[in-house]
Nanobody, 123 residues
Framework: QVQLIESGGGLVQAGGSLRLSCAASGRTFSDYAMAWFRQAPGKEHEFIGMISWSGDSTYYANSVKGRFTISRDNAKSEVYLQMNNLKPEDTAVYYC????????????????WGQGTQVTVSS
């Protein structure tokens, strides 16, 4: 089992920045590719991006490319989501997820998920 706990959400004005963290425990963190998803009210889970096991490869959805950056610290068993130039449409609950095999962009492909942290962007 892998436990994931997100933190760092909150209320921010449009154009501002937030940094989310996801702390993992339970198994060897570097065995897992990590991803971030978000879910706005009434919508499906949306893939934001992922980072490889070693952290040397990242992939982003077009909606956040150039504004969001994913990084990880395997020594601390943490993954991060730096969000810049936030927009009201970024308002959602943000989740981290872990996958031990080939990571994709679908929520159901991942093995473990956190409980989420709320991000609200005011206009």
């Amino acid at each position: 089992q892998v436990q994931l706990i997100e933190s760092g959400g909150g209320l921010v004005q449009a154009g501002g920045s937030l940094r989310l963290s996801c702390a993992a425990s339970g198994r060897t963190f570097s065995d897992y590719a990590m991803a971030w998803f978000r879910q706005a009210p009434g919508k499906e889970h949306e893939f934001i991006g992922m980072i490889s096991w070693s952290g040397d490869s990242t992939y982003y959805a077009n909606s956040v490319k150039g504004r969001f950056t994913i990084s990880r610290d395997n020594a601390k068993s943490e993954v991060y989501l730096q969000m810049n130039n936030l927009k009201p449409e970024d308002t959602a609950v943000y989740y981290c997820a872990a996958e031990s095999t080939v990571p994709g962009d679908s929520w159901d492909e991942y093995d473990y998920w956190g409980q989420g942290t709320q991000v609200t962007v005011s206009s």
